[in-house]
């Protein structure tokens, strides 16, 4: 039972690289997340998806896109890193029923140098 | 502006004994809220859920109070195990008019260690 999975656990990119950290799931939820978590702060929420075709911004959108072609990806993009996207990145999905209770993926530890 | 203060960073309790991690919140359109439990080089794992129409809620060895009046909300871990040494966040959510869509607004965590 796979859940919540992310790809890559770890990665480091140069200044102005680009990036896409992959999410699936397996749950066929609806509803799925992107949160970023910097040390010794909460997770802040990046962009969110109610379902496939559908995407809105988060609390910190900014220096990222999303897209949600399916119920299963939800990709999300980095086009010019910089460090201050230096975080952990948490991919989460939830069903329609419970959207508040999420189901995590492991994260990607992404630095920018 | 945090909405959501864990400002204890951190916790240390025997085992046997009864852990209680805390949390304020600020915005009053919040409505539902959550803990979650995290350990390292994992993702958050849900741990229960209190509605602002409950005070108390009660899962096994976790009871999650809210105090609405206070805008606060308390983990009680009884009694609490090694195995529960984690990083605990506490999660709020603001689903009046049903447009929430499952945003969260996570408190910075408070890292709780049970010794033996």
């Known amino acids: 039972n796979a859940g919540v999975t992310q790809t890559p656990k770890f990665r480091i990119l140069k200044i102005g690289q680009s990036m896409t950290l992959q999410c699936t799931q397996d749950m066929n939820h609806n509803y799925m997340y992107w949160y970023r978590q910097d040390p010794g702060m909460g997770l802040k929420l990046i962009y969110y998806s109610v379902g496939a075709g559908i995407t809105d911004k988060g609390e910190v959108p900014n220096g990222y896109n999303v897209s949600r072609s399916t119920t299963e990806d939800f990709p999300l993009r980095l086009e010019l890193a910089a460090p201050s996207q230096t975080s952990v990145y948490f991919c989460a999905s939830s069903p329609q029923i419970d959207k508040n209770i999420q189901y995590f993926g492991a994260g990607t530890r992404l630095s920018v140098l | 502006d945090q909405q959501v203060k864990q400002n204890s960073p951190s916790l240390s309790v025997q085992e046997g004994r009864i852990s209680i991690l805390n949390c304020d919140y600020t915005n009053s359109m919040f409505d539902y809220f959550l803990w979650y439990k995290k350990y390292p080089a994992e993702g958050p794992t849900f741990l229960i859920s209190?509605?602002?129409?409950?005070d108390k809620n009660e899962d096994g060895r976790f009871t999650v109070f809210l105090n609405k009046s206070a805008k606060h909300l308390s983990l009680h871990i009884v009694p609490s195990q090694p195995g529960d040494s984690a990083v605990y966040f506490c999660?709020?959510?603001?689903?009046?008019?049903?447009?929430?869509?499952?945003?969260?607004?996570f408190g910075q965590g408070t890292i709780l260690t049970v010794h033996p």
């Open positions: 999660a709020a959510s603001a689903n009046a008019g049903g447009t929430s869509y499952g945003k969260l607004t």
């Open positions: 209190i509605s602002s129409i409950k």
